[in-house]
Structure formats: C-alpha cells, structure tokens
C-alpha cells in the first residue's frame, strides 16, 4: 500500500462517514444519541477502508501495521512522555478556544450521567486509540513512508489524524498528538508505543470527568470551558509548564530511543527530508481535506442551502 492508496482510503473514509452520519440521522436516531455507539460506529467506518487497501494490497496487517513488542521500561517512559507532553496539549485546546467551545467538555458532559465508567473508558480509552492508531500511525504514516520521506509521512498523517476530528479545537492538539505519537512509533519500532500514548491521554479525560463530576454535573463543564476573561490567565500559565515539560518530553524521547537501539532512526525523521520516490499528495488527499475543511468552517449547510434553492428553481411551477 501506498501514499496513492492511502489517499484514496481517505477520501473513501471521509465520503464514508458523511453517509453514514445521514444514514443514522435518518434512520437509527438511538445511536447517534448514544455516545459508545455513536463512536464504535465512526471508529470501523475510519478503519475499514484501510484495512480492505492493505489486504488488497497484499499486506501483511501485522508487519505492515507495525505492532512489534518493546521494553517494560519503554512503557512506563511512555506513560512519562505522555504526563510531559500534556500542557502543550492543554494550551493548543486553550488557545482555540477564542473562537470555539471545548468540543471535549461538552460532549463528553453530557453523557456522563447515562454511560456508567467502565463502559466510557472502554469506548475512549481503549477502542478509539487502538482503532485511530491502526489507521493513522499504522495504514496511513506505514503507506506514506513508502513513497516519500519520513518527516513528510509524519506531517501527512498527523492532518488526517487532525481533520478526522470534524472540528478546529481537537484538531488543534490532534495534530500535534499526531506528530508525538509518530516520534514514539520510530523510537519503539512499534505502533503499540503510540497506542499507549493515545490511551493515556483519553484515558486520563475518562477519569478526570468522573472524578470531577462525582462532586458536581456541571463541574467538569466549568473546569474544561473557561471563561474567555481566563483564558488569557491559563494560557500564560501553560506557556510557562509547556517551556518547562516539554524539552523533558524530549529527553525522554531520546532516552526511548537508546533503550530500543534506534536513536538513530529517530535522528533520520529531522536529517532525511529530500528523499523523494513518488508523489504524495494527490487529489483524492486535496479533495479529502478540502471535504473536512468545508465542514469544519460550517460551510455546508451555506453550500446545501443554494444547491437546494438552484433545484428548486429549476422545478417546473
């Protein structure tokens, strides 16, 4: 599979998940009231298209995907990593939220009272990052390094991973996410690396929110959606964490690295950027983005709004 058919996958998942958000709307309401559903759904139609690329392709999901196993130490570093990397995160997500609300907070809060823990975490924690980290860390960044350079296959995946979102504030953090799990998927020479990553941070979100609104149901609202009159106060704030946590994250990256013998792998991300084979960015990838950003803006339902005026001009009276 390559950077050509990673594409397509792509604008495939992207024409996907629109039908099948209308395919709910209409006819299954249940589901997209229900948050687990609603995500278990959106989760294999992201994953399929890739999935049926690499075995048309004749890969081998195992090898092509790279879950390899690392170092017990590799793990627990890891789980520093992700503890390092989360005020750049927390800033990335204050710092959209000058134009737009908290897209975490908001759903997550309001159905909170109806999904009991264990079943929320198993949806966020442990479904979502296994699911997105078999598509963008393994089917898309795996396919992307075979046409082009490793620093390009990174930034590459880290849009879709971005864009999957729907929406500018995950977007924000998604991409950066995205490029950190990359770094920890060439430091480990495995996608469970990044896996780990993933679920620490939404598992982290899963426990925050019940142990914040066992004391209070608008409690985790408050906490996450600041005030606009703050946000200026708690992004100075993770400014100064971010300075301080993430030259550390980095340390412990490099510290991965040499535990896993490949330091200079993850060298070659930074110093090999010209290697070039074929092209990456093809049409159905412009069109794809071009699809999320149309959505994301709200231009949508502007654009659903004339072309349904233009029909009905052309009726006969």
Not at 83 to 100: A, E
Request: proline letters at 3%; one cysteine or more; aromatic letters at 12%.
């Amino acid at each position: 599979m390559n950077s050509k058919k990673a594409n397509w996958a792509f604008l495939i998942t992207i024409i996907g998940y629109f039908g099948m958000v209308i395919v709910i709307g209409m006819f299954f309401p249940f589901v997209a009231d229900n948050l687990v559903l609603a995500n278990l759904v959106c989760e294999v139609v992201v994953v399929l298209p890739v999935l049926i690329f690499a075995l048309v392709s004749k890969e081998k999901l195992t090898s092509f995907l790279g879950f390899h196993r690392i170092k017990f130490r590799s793990v627990l570093m890891i789980g520093l990593f992700t503890f390092l990397s989360m005020p750049v995160l927390s800033l990335l997500n204050l710092f959209t939220q000058f134009w737009v609300k908290n897209e975490i907070a908001d759903t997550l809060s309001t159905q909170q009272e109806n999904i009991p823990f264990a079943l929320m975490y198993l949806s966020v924690g442990i479904i979502a990052p296994v699911f997105e980290e078999i598509v963008c860390r393994g089917g898309y960044y795996r396919s992307y390094c075979k046409s082009g350079s490793t620093f390009k296959a990174m930034i590459l995946s880290a849009i879709i991973f971005a864009l999957i979102h729907m929406n500018f504030n995950q977007a924000a953090y998604a991409f950066i996410m995205g490029i950190f799990a990359v770094l920890l998927v060439e430091a480990t020479g495995s996608l469970w690396a990044s896996v780990l990553y993933h679920g620490f941070i939404n598992g982290s979100q899963v426990i925050l929110l019940y142990g914040v609104m066992s004391e209070s149901i608008d409690s985790y609202g408050e906490e996450m959606a600041i005030a606009p009159e703050l946000l200026m106060v708690a992004i100075g704030v993770y400014v100064i964490f971010t300075a301080v946590t993430l030259p550390l994250a980095w340390a412990v990256l490099m510290w991965i690295g040499r535990v896993e013998g490949r330091s200079q792998i993850l060298s070659d991300i930074w110093t090999k950027r010209k290697q070039k084979k074929d092209k990456m960015v093809t049409l159905p990838f412009l069109l794809a983005v071009s699809i999320c950003l149309i959505v994301m803006t709200g231009l949508i339902g502007f654009i659903l709004e004339q072309f349904i005026k233009l029909v009905l001009m052309r009726l006969p009276s």
